[in-house]
């Protein structure tokens, strides 16, 4: 069993910044490919960014050059830096953990607000 628990959010202004943390329990973080997905109101959930284990990283298109993702395996933390937040980033973030490169995602955030206001 994964425990994952995010934190970070809020509301910032057009332009502004935040950065969500997660937090994943387990011996084995570093063997895990982790990620950031995210649901808007009415529309289905989607995936906005994602690391392998070895570091390799996605972004989705609607936030490549802004969005960052990034691991510290040492402290078993997950970040995600989000520059120049648009308010169509306005949604409920999600942390999510596959415990490999080849597995589903298992595990996940209990979310947290991102609202962008104009």
């Known amino acids: 069993q994964v425990h994952v628990v995010q934190s970070g959010g809020g509301l910032v202004q057009a332009g502004g910044s935040l950065r969500l943390s997660c937090a994943a329990s387990?011996?084995?973080?570093?063997?895990?490919?982790l990620g950031w997905f995210r649901q808007a109101p009415g529309k289905e959930r989607e995936s906005v960014a994602t690391?392998?284990?070895?570091?390799?990283?996605y972004c989705a298109d609607s936030v490549k050059g802004r969005f960052t993702i990034s691991r510290d395996n040492a402290k078993s933390l997950l970040y995600l830096q989000m520059n120049s937040l648009k308010p169509a980033d306005t949604a409920v973030y999600y942390c999510?953990?596959?415990?490999?490169?080849?597995?589903?995602?298992?595990?996940w955030g209990q979310g947290t607000q991102v609202t962008v206001s104009s």
């Open positions: 690391i392998s284990s070895g570091g390799t990283t």
């Open positions: 387990g011996r084995s973080f570093s063997t895990y490919t």
């Open positions: 999510a953990v596959a415990i490999t490169d080849w597995s589903p995602f298992g595990f």
